[in-house]
């Protein structure tokens, strides 16, 4: 062992060096660098991280840390040796930025496998990214479209996963990218004897990279009996091997393919994946819809609990918080919830009190105020300082009917036959008359951009951002992060006037 630390873990073996992040700073990034240059053996270098890998200092200067990080990968890039990024989970974030600056980039396709900035580059990346795929940015990747647009250097299965591992530094002790005065040369000039080289050689053939973290499910099955809610959920679970009895085998069906269509998983996982969906048998945890709403609560009864635990669903689909009641079998479920990528989160009585009231609430409000003349698009892009998701744009999204039973001010445009209710499928960035008109009539009319130039448009957008946070208000500050609201300002999407320009 080379390196043992609270954040960071690195092992050699002959030529090959294990290099585990586990929220690395800066220092313990300078302290991995210093051995690997230190260490004249070493001409491989394998990285393993998730998105939380590395880590900012909070205290310091943005600008600074900016300046230090970018210094830091600059180094990277010219260590002596070749480094291998293994890329598994979400990577993102400065773990990105740290895979970018490595020689090699090695993807394991998984369901929960996603690549790309979730925010901006600060490291410098930027101009790595363009280097590599001919373009400044992209957005949430599968690795094998990372793979397609040349962002890493190969993605595969888990199966394959130590066969491709073993296949690249195989390949790379062979014919290696960077060349250094290494440890043979250095032993064979200090006079060793063969038996030690020998020692060495053999040793450089036994160890291989870290094993992949466990992906066993702590649920093998689940039943859903008429429960539209949970299906992107089961979908996730069979992606991980899970088995779902469902009453409703089509719609799970037509849902697999999307998986298949992403490159999420190869044809042949895709087959596995449709044959663990069943039309009848039994399952540890049942999950019943308690009414017909698209949106209703889910029953969950896993055996041999007998007391159901309520279910609350995300309504958005970038919203992955999942509000549960206590019982006795919560700590089984929720652990389930986060195998499969959901976020669990307790309530004291019942799913109703959290984020479904705050949303219907701040959807609620947005219509308030385009009824009092304010523009559909003006609404969306001030709502980016109380909300990651625009109301106006999510509504269109999800649809008036089941938008309709959260919020039921949306009732006339549900029974008017429409989906898009605010924005012109052929025309996005123009109101829809027919929604105007039935939001406001007579003096609440829709106002115009030629009358919106003579208000201060800095006040209006003071005024819808304090109303739509005053929705929020009293919310959990950690559930309402968790379902996309924030009360820090941000810079605003974009004003319309830029939005028809493009």
Request: charged share 25%; with cysteine; hydrophobic share 40%.
């Amino acid at each position: 062992m080379l390196l043992d630390t609270p954040h960071s873990r690195l092992a050699c073996s002959g030529r090959v060096a294990h290099l585990e992040l586990r929220g690395a700073s800066f220092e313990d990034l300078d302290r991995v660098m210093a051995v690997l240059i230190a260490h004249p053996a070493i001409e491989i270098l394998m990285v393993q991280g998730c998105a939380s890998s590395l880590r900012e200092p909070d205290f310091a200067d943005p600008a600074e840390v900016a300046i230090e990080g970018r210094r830091r990968l600059r180094e990277w890039e010219d260590l002596p040796v070749v480094t291998i990024a293994c890329l598994n989970g979400l990577t993102t974030g400065r773990w990105l930025e740290l895979a970018l600056a490595c020689d090699v980039r090695l993807a394991t396709a998984t369901p929960d496998s996603w690549i790309g900035f979730q925010d901006r580059p600060r490291w410098g990346s930027t101009a790595r990214v363009r280097r590599l795929t001919g373009r400044y940015e992209f957005g949430l990747l599968t690795p094998r479209e990372a793979h397609g647009i040349g962002l890493v250097d190969a993605a595969f299965c888990v199966r394959r996963e130590r066969i491709e591992w073993n296949s690249w530094i195989d390949r790379l002790e062979d014919h290696p990218r960077k060349r250094r005065y290494g440890w043979w040369a250095t032993r064979r000039a200090a006079g060793a004897d063969e038996r030690e080289l020998a020692d060495y050689l053999l040793d450089s053939r036994r160890q291989r990279p870290f094993e992949p973290p466990g992906r066993g499910l702590p649920i093998d099955s689940i039943e859903l009996r008429r429960c539209p809610q949970a299906v992107p959920t089961a979908i996730e679970f069979l992606l991980r091997g899970g088995t779902v009895v469902t009453d409703d085998p089509e719609r799970i069906g037509d849902q697999l393919h999307e998986p298949l269509i992403r490159s999420r998983v190869t044809p042949l996982e895709w087959e596995r994946a449709r044959d663990r969906v069943l039309g009848s048998g039994r399952a540890r945890l049942v999950l019943e819809s308690e009414s017909g709403d698209p949106f209703a609560f889910v029953r969950a009864v896993f055996a041999p609990h007998a007391r159901p635990i309520r279910l609350g669903f995300p309504v958005l689909p970038d919203c992955h918080v999942v509000e549960m009641t206590a019982g006795t079998a919560q700590p089984m479920i929720a652990d389930w919830l986060r195998a499969v990528g959901c976020e669990p989160f307790a309530v004291p009585d019942s799913p109703r009190l959290a984020i479904r009231p705050a949303l219907a609430a701040y959807w609620d409000e947005a219509l308030r105020l385009a009824a009092e003349g304010h523009a559909f698009d003006r609404i969306d892009d001030a709502s980016a300082a109380v909300a990651n998701h625009a109301p106006f744009q999510t509504l269109d999204a999800i649809g008036a009917s089941a938008a309709a039973s959260l919020a039921p001010r949306l009732r006339p445009f549900a029974d008017a036959g429409l989906r898009e209710m605010f924005y012109h499928a052929d025309r996005p960035n123009e109101v829809n008359a027919l929604a105007a008109a039935m939001l406001g009539t007579g003096p609440h009319a829709m106002i115009d951009e030629d009358e919106m130039e003579e208000i201060e448009v800095q006040v209006a957008r003071d005024t819808i951002v304090r109303r739509l946070r005053g929705c929020i208000a009293n919310l959990d500050p950690g559930l309402a992060a968790a379902g996309g609201f924030h009360n820090e300002r941000e810079t605003p999407r974009s004003t319309s006037v830029e939005r028809r320009a493009a």
